[in-house]
Every structure is written in C-alpha cells, then in structure tokens.
C-alpha cells in the first residue's frame, strides 16, 4: 500500500512538473513574441523619425534661406535710406525718419512644446511628489507625478556624472552600460524631431491591478572591473522588475559580493531612473524574464524580507509587489 502511494505521489509530481515546464515553454514563447513584436515597432519609429527629422532639417535649411535673403533685402533697404538722407540734407530738405522694415518672424514650434498640462508640478516639493504617488486615488496625478518624479531623477543624474570626479572607489552604476547606451542612442535620435514637437511621454500607465508586470536579466560588469583582464573580470547579472513602466524592485548579483537589493520609494537614488521603454530591454533578445525566475533569485538574497521592512517603515512606494507581499502576509 505504502509502495502504491509513494508510486501516486511520483506520477503527480512528474505531471505537475511536466505542466509547469509546458506552461513556462508557452510563456516564453509569448515572450519572444512580444520582443519580435516591439522590435518591429521599434524600427518603424525610427524610420519615421529619420523621415521627419529629413523634413525638420530641409524646413530648416528652407528658413535659413529665406531669413538669409530677408537679412539681404533689409540691409539694401537700410542702406538706401542712408543715401537718401543723405542727399536730403545735401538738398536742405525736411528729413522724415521711416521706421525700419521688420523681417518676418521665422514660425517655431515651441508653442508644440508647451502644450496643455493638466497638472503643472514643476514647482512641488520632493516631499509633495511622493506623498501624492503613495496616497492620491487619483490615476491621472499619479502618473503625472511619476513622471515629473523620474524626470527630476534623470536631471539629477546628468549633473551629477558631469560633475562628480569619479575615483575607483566611486561607482555609480544604476543600470548596466548596455541600458544606459540604448537610452542615449534614443536621445540622440530623437534630438532633431525634439525640434519640432515636443518629446513623447511614456504611454500612460493604468491601474495597479491593470499594470503590466516584466522582468528582465542581463550581464552586468561593475565599472571598477572592466578594465580587467578576462581572467579577474567576473561577470554579475542585473535583475529588474518592471510595474508598468517604472522600476519597482531591482537586483545586482556579483561573484564574491554581497547581493544589492533595492526597491523602489526607499532606494530611487540607486535605481535605473529610465522608464521600461527608455530602457529598450523589451527589445533586447534574452533579456526578458518569466515571474518565477525573478522572484526565486529575489527570495534566495533576501529580498522579500527587505520589501517587508521597507513597507513597515513606510519607505516603500506601493507597486505590485508591495501589493501581492502584504496580501501574503493577511493570509
């Protein structure tokens, strides 16, 4: 009898594990189809950006010209005027001062970039930020104060690695290179359609319920290792969670190291400031992730302890994992 049950509980566990890896088989199958899928949209952005930033630069030069020939006809207008007041006064005659033709204004579109903001926040507090992300209902303001949150962030970030010296001792590495190349090969592509429009937020995000959740993994070098040889350059890995288009927990794991956990609200001075399609890891072969891998390296290092005790000290901004850990912990 006790043969027959143990056989049972075999035949259970081999299925339940056949379905788990027939289920995670199709889950990154979807994956992949996915990044195929923005891949695809990430190429006919492009081409249209290069299409309108053809058309700015021609305008441009269209405008150049037109202000250069404007310049020339004042100038001859200027110039005649003084030839006329001249033999005006030669003459003795009454000298009627004319005021000077202006030029046509060249049109910009900076007004495009002002545009209608629902919600001026340029001029809150840090603390007002934050408070509103984690108590206000209001899905439209909290967007609006993530995003104004993550551009202060990147402001931020710019000054400081203009200006701060870095010594060996000194990393400042909130993503991997990699992540942050992609995020300024897409300014710079995006530079001279800034010109005439201003640059696209990201898509709005919905209600936590609603949110997209993504991990991702990729090869990480701290920057004091790269100049190593291959032999002492050891190789870590970056683990992100993305709720929605911001980052809500991220990991650094290194040989020899003591793993770097962070989540967001109590760690945004350390965390990749970029939004997830900044990041272009969506985009990115191989760098997705399924939920579980996540999650069995995030409890291995002691992360969900971490979140627990960055949510008991209020230090926490409520995301999706924030959410799923405190609903756990009612059970």
């Not at 000194?170 to 359609?193: F, G, H, I, L, W």
């Not at 032999?231 to 992100?240: F, I, L, T």
């Not at 967001?264 to 400031?273: S, V």
């Amino acid at each position: 009898q006790e043969e027959m049950e143990r056989e049972r509980k075999a035949r259970e566990e081999e299925e339940r594990k056949r379905k788990q890896e027939e289920e995670e088989k199709k889950l990154r199958l979807e994956m992949e189809a996915q990044r195929k899928k923005e891949e695809e949209e990430q190429k006919r952005r492009e081409e249209e950006e290069k299409r309108l930033q053809k058309e700015i630069e021609e305008q441009l030069a269209k405008e150049a010209e037109e202000e250069a020939k404007n310049q020339a006809i004042l100038e001859q207008e200027r110039r005649d005027r003084e030839l006329a007041m001249r033999l005006a006064q030669d003459e003795g005659q009454e000298i009627i001062e004319e005021p000077p033709m202006e030029a046509p204004q060249l049109k910009r579109s900076a007004a495009a970039k002002q545009g209608s903001k629902k919600y001026e926040l340029s001029k809150w507090k840090y603390a007002e930020l934050r408070d509103a992300i984690n108590t206000s209902c209001d899905v439209e303001l909290l967007e609006a104060c993530r995003e104004e949150f993550h551009r202060r962030l990147k402001v931020y970030h710019a000054w400081k690695t203009k200006n701060k010296k870095r010594t060996a001792g000194q990393e400042d590495e909130r993503a991997p290179d990699s992540v942050m190349q992609a995020y300024r090969e897409r300014q710079r592509t995006m530079s001279m359609n800034q010109m005439a429009q201003a640059p696209p937020l990201p898509p709005r995000q919905q209600s936590l319920p609603n949110r997209q959740q993504r991990y991702f993994r990729i090869p990480f070098i701290r920057p004091a290792d790269q100049y190593k040889d291959n032999q002492s350059r050891k190789k870590g890995y970056w683990y992100a969670h993305f709720d929605g288009q911001w980052i809500a927990r991220q990991m650094e794991l290194h040989p020899d190291k003591v793993p770097v956990i962070l989540v967001a609200g109590k760690d945004d001075m350390q965390m990749c400031e970029l939004s997830l399609d900044e990041t272009g890891l969506t985009r990115k072969r191989g760098a997705e992730i399924i939920a579980r891998e996540f999650e069995e390296q995030w409890n291995r290092t002691g992360g969900r302890e971490y979140l627990m005790q960055a949510i008991q000290s209020k230090q926490a901004r409520p995301t999706y994992a924030t959410a799923m850990l405190q609903q756990q912990y009612r059970k």
